[in-house]
């Protein structure tokens, strides 16, 4: 059953990239300003990418959207809980990228919060860590990669995952290859476990986006392109850990953030920028 789940997944993933490359446009070398906005914007499968935005909006308004809109029915303190058991169980990814990346103070605090999450915070449940002064932070492979010095190519947008590169992407494979959870799972033949792990991670995400992604989408003039600058926005301030703006010259600014400043986009879905 497995094998057969992860040959579809690679066939289906397959397909895409080779419909995002036959639909790439060329860039319009006989005007500058156009080649120069072209190259900026980095997204030569754009026509492609956007037919996929279109076929994920679709699946969040007839399923995500519903589901995590009974799920929002629970109180908040509950939600949280469930944030806070998910993300503890992502600790020893984190702490692999905050070692891969040479980054040894947050390296220990992610095994501080760790301890003390699981158990004074009852299994990660309450994040006890972050009521001590202990932040939270997220780290993955394909943050290692930048700070590696790999760039991130051009932006895409895949099938039920959303908004990514093919630098992300790959970071996304390796992270859940690495995730001691999916190596226990696969070989107990429990594949349940790590797709209800993402089914729920999903909707955890949904929920805490739901009112910036509300706003997002009322206040663009084009919301695929508020989508990628938002994404590219945040991707850059995780990689930089608030600090290092180095990868700030890719981003794609145009026609969003005149409207919505991502500070207060990211104070209204409870996700801290750069942490």
Not at 207 to 231: H, N, P, T
Request: proline fraction near 5%; include cysteine; hydrophobic fraction near 35%.
């Amino acid at each position: 059953m497995s094998g057969k789940f992860y040959t579809i997944c690679k066939m289906a993933l397959l397909g895409y990239a080779l419909f995002a490359v036959s639909a790439c446009s060329s860039i319009p070398e006989d005007d500058p300003e156009a080649a120069a906005e072209y190259r900026k914007i980095n997204d030569p499968a754009e026509k492609a990418n956007r037919y996929i935005f279109k076929f994920n909006q679709g699946l969040d308004s007839v399923i995500l959207k519903p589901v995590t809109g009974i799920y929002r029915i629970f109180p908040k303190f509950v939600r949280n809980g469930v944030h806070n058991f998910f993300h503890n169980l992502k600790t020893p990814v984190i702490l692999a990228n905050d070692i891969l990346q040479g980054e040894p103070v947050r390296a220990g605090n992610t095994l501080t919060r760790f301890v003390i999450n699981t158990t004074i915070g009852i299994g990660g449940v309450r994040d006890q860590a972050s009521n001590w002064g202990i932040q939270s932070h997220s780290e993955d492979f394909g943050q290692t990669l930048a700070v590696w010095g790999f760039g991130e190519g051009p932006y895409l947008m895949l099938p039920i995952l959303g908004p990514s590169n093919p630098r992300d992407a790959l970071g996304k494979v390796v992270d859940y290859l690495v995730d001691p959870i999916t190596w226990w799972a696969r070989n107990k033949d429990e594949d349940w476990i790590p797709i209800t792990r993402t089914v729920v991670n999903t909707i955890d995400t949904r929920d805490r986006l739901w009112d910036a992604l509300e706003d997002l989408e009322k206040s663009s003039i084009d919301y695929y392109a508020a989508v990628r600058s938002l994404y590219r926005q945040q991707r850059n301030r995780e990689i930089a850990n608030g600090q290092r703006p180095k990868e700030k010259k890719n981003s794609d600014l145009s026609g969003y953030f005149d409207l919505v400043k991502i500070d207060d986009l990211f104070l209204k879905s409870d996700i801290e920028p750069g942490k």
